[in-house]
């Protein structure tokens, strides 16, 4: 497809610029999601007995709070993303269709 419009928004530095930064951080949130994630699942596989040390005089163990915390995590880190996509990640797209459509 040869739309002039495509071409157009391609060239433009602050395309590039958006393309750059939501990769930078797609992959950074990416990462640390898989380390909390995997972590876990290691705690799971190599360190039973930490995971499954009582919280208290409770029948709750310490794997509880520490796999709600990797929810609470996934919860944070979307938030994080949704924040600088509603503002800076618009922003710029904005920017870039008004100049596109000139």
């Known amino acids: ?3 002039p419009v495509v071409a157009k928004i391609q060239r433009n530095p602050k395309y590039v610029e958006l393309r750059q ?3 930078r951080i797609g992959v950074v949130l990416t990462v640390l999601m898989l380390l909390v994630y ?7 596989a190599f360190d039973k007995a930490f ?7 409770g029948v709750t163990t310490l794997g509880i709070p520490i796999g709600l915390g990797v929810i609470v995590f996934t919860i ?3 938030g994080i993303y949704v924040r600088r996509a ?3 990640f618009d922003a ?3 920017d ?7």
């Open 76 to 78: 944070v880190i979307t």
């Open 1 to 3: 497809m040869d739309d």
């Open 96 to 102: 870039i269709l008004n100049e596109a459509s000139k």
């Open 86 to 88: 509603n503002s800076e």
């Open 38 to 44: 995997y972590g876990y699942i290691a705690l799971i």
């Open 51 to 57: 995971l499954a040390q009582p919280i208290g005089a």
């Open 21 to 23: 930064k939501r990769n």
């Open 92 to 94: 710029l797209t904005k």
